[in-house]
T-cell receptor, first 112, second 109 residues
Framework: DAGVIQSPRHEVTEMGQEVTLRCKPISGHDYLFWYRQTMMRGLELLIYFNNNVPIDDSGMPEDRFSAKMPNASFSTLKIQPSEPRDSAVYFC??????????FGPGTRLTVL | GIQVEQSPPDLILQEGANSTLRCNFSDSVNNLQWFHQNPWGQLINLFYIPSGTKQNGRLSATTVATERYSLLYISSSQTTDSGVYFCAVGAGNNRKLIWGLGTSLAVNP
């Protein structure tokens, strides 16, 4: 299996622009998680899905952030408009029948 | 909510040394995982261990759920063990994990 796939790996954008991060979970996994990692706040769960349905989005920082999972093999995290304080590494993870979470390589976002 | 504390925050070892990392949590959990984040940022799951003891090569972990702590043992450390070790816990039916701040490990040759 290819593992969790994220794209792009790096993104540099200017303040005010829309940013879309993409994730393909491991085939057969029914849970998908979006995390953000910063030096100041560590790893934070933003949102997670079960069978493509958002279950807990309490970690989404504000209305500028939105996430979708249109099918079992694809999810997006969108930031519109982006701000410099959104700069972070964004991870996607998935899990299947066990509780073990498997992480993608992350997307390093820099907002100038 | 559940609080997760990891100790020590930083650790420097010489290659070949052994170490013990600790994770304390403030409430009952039914999910506990240890992760390693390597210097390139990749997060790798090491153990799923809500209770009991597991071993994988030079690494082993023990969780004493009744006393609300878990230990990660690294024996005969190698430079490739460097990175940050995270403990993450979950409780109830909610699948979200609560993360500690990690232990940053540097293994010197």
């Amino acid at each position: 299996d290819a593992g969790v796939i994220q794209s792009p790996r790096h993104e540099v954008t200017e303040m005010g622009q829309e940013v879309t991060l993409r994730c393909k979970p491991i085939s057969g996994h029914d849970y998908l998680f979006w995390y953000r990692q910063t030096m100041m706040r560590g790893l934070e769960l933003l949102i997670y899905f079960n069978n493509n349905v958002p279950i807990d989005d309490s970690g989404m920082p504000e209305d500028r952030f939105s996430a979708k999972m249109p099918n079992a093999s694809f999810s997006t995290l969108k930031i519109q408009p982006s701000e410099p304080r959104d700069s972070a590494v964004y991870f996607c993870a998935s899990r299947g029948s066990t509780d073990t979470q498997y992480f993608g390589p992350g997307t390093r976002l820099t907002v100038l | 909510g559940i609080q997760v504390e990891q100790s020590p925050p930083d650790l420097i070892l010489q290659e070949g040394a052994n170490s013990t990392l600790r994770c304390n949590f403030s409430d009952s959990v039914n999910n506990l995982q240890w992760f390693h984040q390597n210097p390139w940022g990749q997060l790798i799951n090491l153990f799923y261990i809500p209770s009991g003891t597991k071993q994988n090569g030079r690494l082993s972990a023990t969780t004493v759920a009744t006393e609300r702590y878990s230990l990660l043992y690294i024996s005969s450390s190698q430079t490739t063990d460097s990175g940050v070790y995270f403990c993450a816990v979950g409780a109830g039916n909610n699948r979200k994990l609560i993360w500690g701040l990690g232990t940053s490990l540097a293994v010197n040759p």
